[in-house]
């Protein structure tokens, strides 16, 4: 990774919560790698530190995966928000649904809505379920509605009318009465955000689009001064939930859908490895410093899902891929409670002060505190391995003896090993949440680990799940900025249409897809792809059904739906996902809402492969804890800049590099791939 000043580079930089990756490739081939600790009082300053690592050479080609909108929402940081809605509908907001964290924790107090309810005004108007008006809109409620959040101080405003999926012109003519009466103020309407038929879910996506708004306006912008410093004045595209990217003007008017920005770059960077290894059903892990990310590939494709949750009842209903994310990264914190029960996060040391063996202030012992009681990570090569960052043995030991080997009765290195079985056993439920309860056998995939912590307990999970073969990318601290290099820009538009499939009638069908033909030529005229393509997808339901559809591919069109094999393929994958079907004498099944995914052809950017450094240290034999020999071992310590395509590293071993270590356990067998990928056999019959 040599310096090149002169060079011109596509870079990615990704923001996690606790490290801020950049992967900068140049057309000569010349490739920079960062990996700095992020700076959650001002992500800015983390995007500034590693831009620097390219000197002079000049930017062509910007993404960004950010955790700016998600961490808005979890912090409670956006913009003081106000809802004008259909009156008589003033609490859907607040009912929400009848969901809950743990059925059995009867103290349990959801968070709070993003709107107070003092800032939820109505007024009169109604549309009826066909879109036709039944009471006019009254266009004076909407000034005065205006003119009190405005002398609230909110600092956007979200429009939720009944029924507005169907006729906008109620919420499209409340826009402009805003506009009128408060010229700048962040506004969006249901109908323009996400047109779906469910009330609340409705709702809440357009309450996150406004309460998201202002505060992504002004990380956007403060991103375009910043590239600016640095002579880009390109497009800044950013990765968003549904696996693509979007323009920072698409971002700043739908900043919703940059939420899971950086999650789902990682699934997409998880693919491209598959891809290049020749798999088509693998397992993503990706496990950061904060949290861990698991996701699944099916025949080469994401799995999807049309609704997503960033919190307690704060739904997001953008297509967006289908991952679950808990707590379980390197700076996860053990803490056993008044009853002497030993648990592992959700809380995390973050980026600062970190884990206690970075010696920035850290006291509670984390994932990496135990990994290097374990000798798993040895200070000499951890990350931060050019100076940014040391780690203390002593440290880590002192934060483990100090909390958890006490009220447990055991060693250090005995709480250590049973930290890291409890976060394991958290990822084990997630993968095991992601495959078997979706229908799927996890021993039929591979596992593709990346994130700083994700190789080091990759072969552990596989082993436990049977999973035959674990992948290691050629640099897994970095792959989500890599999967930003690697897609398309990727819009999704909506229309309802609401056809039992028995009886569809084709010209409701080419009417939506007439009119959302209209809004992708409107939309692609604004965007910097050279060329588009359209794939058509319906949402199926059984009819009654408020939630659960299906989200079909349609092969050839709308005309697919009329045929007999689409039903047929929604009985398939409704009895895959939701383990039961029912008959056409028991319900008809509707189809709720034709969609188009749009994916605009932008230039991925691939790196070279990876190659031996004749610099590399030699092997060392040192001592590391495995659970299959429940103790001790002497094993091999490996830097992985000394293999080669077609080595071969037999366990126990450990692999290190500058962004991630790997474990190769007892009886496994790592072998380089000839891009430099780790594949490693786990021997399943453990």
């Excluded at 109505?122 to 003119?147: K, N, S, W």
């Excluded at 892990?285 to 949290?291: A, E, N, V």
């Excluded at 709720?592 to 031996?612: C, H």
């Excluded at 366990?651 to 962004?659: F, L, R, Y």
Aim: hydrophobic letters at 40%; a negative charge.
């Amino acid at each position: 990774m040599r310096e090149q000043n002169q060079s011109s580079y596509a870079v990615a930089v990704d923001i996690g919560g606790t490290f801020t990756d950049l992967v900068a490739v140049a057309a000569d081939g010349d490739v920079v790698l960062v990996k700095n600790p992020s700076v959650p009082s001002d992500f800015l300053q983390g995007v500034r530190s590693v831009l620097r690592s390219i000197g002079s050479g000049e930017i062509v080609d910007f993404r960004h995966g950010t955790t700016v909108g998600t961490n808005a929402i979890i912090q409670r940081k956006g913009a003081k928000t106000g809802l004008i809605t259909t009156r008589g509908f003033r609490d859907v907001l607040t009912a929400a649904r009848a969901s809950r964290i743990d059925l059995y924790d009867s103290i349990w107090d959801p968070p709070p809505p993003l709107v107070a309810r003092r800032d939820i005004l109505t007024v009169t108007e109604r549309m009826d379920y066909l879109g036709r008006v039944v009471t006019p809109l009254d266009e004076e409620e909407v000034r005065q509605a205006v003119g009190t959040l405005r002398r609230r101080g909110v600092g956007a405003i979200a429009v939720c009318y009944l029924n507005s999926f169907v006729n906008t012109s109620h919420e499209e003519r409340t826009l402009e009465i805003i506009a009128e009466e408060w010229p700048g103020v962040f506004a969006c309407a249901s109908s323009k955000v996400v047109p779906e038929i469910r009330e609340f879910e409705r709702t809440s996506t357009t309450v996150v689009n406004a309460y998201l708004g202002p505060p992504m306006a002004t990380y956007l912008s403060g991103l375009d001064d910043l590239l600016g410093e640095f002579d880009y004045g390109g497009d800044v595209l950013i990765t968003h939930s549904g696996g693509g990217l979007m323009t920072s003007a698409s971002a700043a008017t739908i900043p919703a859908r940059v939420c899971q920005s950086g999650p789902a770059a990682g699934v997409m960077g998880g693919l491209a490895v598959a891809r290049t290894v020749g798999l088509d059903r693998v397992i993503t892990l990706d496990m950061g410093g904060t949290s861990a990310d698991i996701s699944v590939i099916v025949d080469g494709v994401p799995a999807f899902r049309s609704e997503w949750h960033a919190q307690s009842n704060v739904p997001i209903i953008f297509p967006s891929i289908d991952l679950v994310t808990i707590g379980a990264g390197g700076g996860t914190i053990a803490w056993v409670d008044e009853s002497g029960t030993p648990h592992s996060g959700p809380q995390s040391a973050g980026a600062d002060p970190g884990p206690a063996c970075y010696g920035r202030g850290g006291e509670h012992p984390t994932n990496t505190d135990a990994n290097v009681v374990m000798g798993r990570l040895r200070p000499k090569s951890f990350t931060g391995r050019r100076g940014e960052l040391s780690i203390s043995a002593e440290a880590a030991a002192a934060a483990i003896e100090r909390s958890i080997a006490p009220a447990l009765d055991c060693t250090a290195l005995e709480a250590a090993a049973g930290i890291i079985r409890l976060s394991n056993n958290s990822m084990l439920n997630a993968v095991r949440l992601m495959t078997v309860e979706r229908g799927y056998d996890p021993r039929e995939f591979s596992l593709v680990a990346f994130g700083g912590a994700g190789p080091l307990h990759a072969a552990d999970l596989a082993s436990a799940l049977q999973i035959p073969s674990v992948v290691i990318p050629t640099y897994p601290g970095l792959v989500s900025a890599l999967g930003a290099l690697q897609v398309m820009l990727r819009h999704d538009l909506l229309r309802p249409v609401f056809q039992l499939h028995s009886s569809a009638d084709e010209d409701v069908l080419k009417r939506a897809r007439d009119e959302l033909l209209v809004e992708i030529d409107e939309l692609c005229s604004r965007e910097t792809a050279t060329e588009w393509k359209v794939d058509w997808q319906a949402d199926m339901r059984y009819y009654g059904q408020i939630s659960g559809y299906l989200t079909l591919g349609l092969p050839g069109g709308i005309e697919y739906l009329l045929r007999s094999d689409s039903l047929e393929r929604f009985q398939q994958e409704h009895m895959r996902e939701f383990g039961y079907v029912l008959s056409e004498q028991v319900t008809e099944v509707e189809i709720v809402n034709l969609r188009a995914v749009i994916v605009g052809d932008v230039e991925p950017v691939s790196l070279p492969a990876r190659e031996k450094s004749d610099t590399a240290e030699p092997q060392e034999i040192g001592v590391a804890y495995f659970y299959e020999a429940g103790g001790l071992l002497d094993c091999a310590f490996i830097q992985r800049d000394s293999l080669a395509s077609g080595d071969e590293v037999s366990g126990p071993a450990v692999i290190e590099e500058w962004d991630s270590t790997t474990v190769v356990p007892p009886g496994a067998v790592a072998r380089v791939a000839p891009c430099g990928e780790l594949v490693i056999e786990i021997g399943v019959s453990q």
